[in-house]
């Protein structure tokens, strides 16, 4: 599965590319590293420290994904992003941040907090 996912990872990199080249082909001077942002919103590491961070100081306990790439996404004011791709990523490294121990997940309620 993860091979598979490597592959996609390097078709869409690929496409990004092309997609690059024809940018520049018809406006020479765009500046492509402004729509890198776009792309890549969070810095390295920069995700599971700010999700960490929220989770501790939620008054609540317990937090939703939607939840948290919400703030995620006003914090960041990712008003461009589609708030699926924000909460993708937010589960994606909660997921991750689980398999480490650094997360519970409560699959009843599908909310997340800190491990103690």
């Known amino acids: ?6 592959i996609q990872v390097d078709a ?3 496409e990004i590319s092309q997609i690059d080249a024809t940018l520049t082909r018809f406006d020479s001077s765009a500046d492509l590293r402004s729509l890198a942002s776009k792309r890549r919103p969070f810095a390295r590491m920069e995700l599971p420290s700010r999700i960490v961070n929220l989770l501790g100081h939620s008054k609540r306990g317990w937090v939703s994904v939607e939840a948290i790439a919400a703030q995620l996404i006003a914090d960041k ?4 992003l589609s708030g699926a791709e924000i909460r993708n990523m937010t589960n994606t490294a ?4 689980r398999k480490r121990g650094i ?5 009843t309620s599908k909310r997340w907090t800190l491990k103690p």
């Open 94 to 97: 909660l997921k991750v941040m």
């Open 1 to 6: 599965m993860v091979r598979e996912r490597e």
């Open 103 to 107: 997360v519970e997940h409560d699959e």
């Open 77 to 80: 004011g990712l008003d461009d």
């Open 12 to 14: 869409l990199r690929r």
